[in-house]
């Protein structure tokens, strides 16, 4: 969750648009903002995910840095107030796949895996009113970005906070191979290593 402070970014710039918050001439600032602040952010923490053996956050950080990549750049040549059936069937996809990170980061740490099930309904929101319209989509998809603003928030202070004193402070609700990670030993940290991705000699 190190990119918290970029999601946040992308998701409360969104919000903002998509519940007239800003005015419909913002809609290129805010692709700027997408752009130059939370898109380079996005792709250092998928890169560190995959070094840390975090194939979940590392696969969700990706897909998000692309997405919103490809929301930022549309945005930014669009006319204020149109929509894009092409950006639409994208989001429908993008929420798709990160079911797939959100699956797997469930299996050991749950406000993580909230965080990325929101992103998908936030996509999927927006992926309706991209391709068919519609105020009430629109407003829809802006007020779960508004809770995934919130989570991830959340997560980023609790995983800080988790880091720096070595345990958890703030409920994350780890379980599993996820509470093993604070709680365990070395020993158990390192078993089976040898048949992980990047050790193992195939994937």
């Known amino acids: ?4 402070g970029g999601r946040d970014h992308s998701s409360v710039m969104l919000t903002g648009y998509q519940l007239s918050w800003l005015p419909v001439t913002q809609g290129r600032d805010v692709a700027m903002v997408v752009l130059v602040f939370a898109v380079p952010m996005q792709y250092p923490a998928a890169v560190f995910g995959f070094l840390g ?5 590392g696969t969700g950080m990706a897909l998000l840095g692309s997405c919103w990549l490809v929301v930022g750049s549309l945005l930014l040549r669009s006319v204020p107030g ?10 429908f ?3 798709a796949a990160l079911l797939v990170p959100m699956m797997a980061s469930s299996l050991g740490k749950v406000a993580a895996a909230v965080a990325f099930g929101l992103a998908a309904a936030r996509f999927a929101l927006t ?3 991209e391709y068919q319209g519609g105020t009430a989509w629109e407003h829809a998809s802006g007020w779960t970005g508004l809770a995934l603003c919130l989570v991830a928030l959340y997560n980023a202070f609790a995983f800080e906070l988790e880091d720096t004193r070595h345990r958890t402070v703030l409920p994350v609700l780890r379980w599993g191979t996820g509470r093993r990670a604070i709680d365990g030993s070395l020993a158990a940290e390192v078993r089976g290593v040898e048949q992980e991705a990047g050790v ?4």
């Open 1 to 4: 969750m190190a990119d918290a």
């Open 53 to 57: 053996r975090d194939g979940a956050g």
């Open 82 to 91: 149109s929509r894009s059936p092409t950006l639409g069937l994208l989001l």
């Open 93 to 95: 996809f993008a929420a």
């Open 127 to 129: 992926g309706v009113y």
């Open 200 to 203: 193992r000699e195939q994937l």
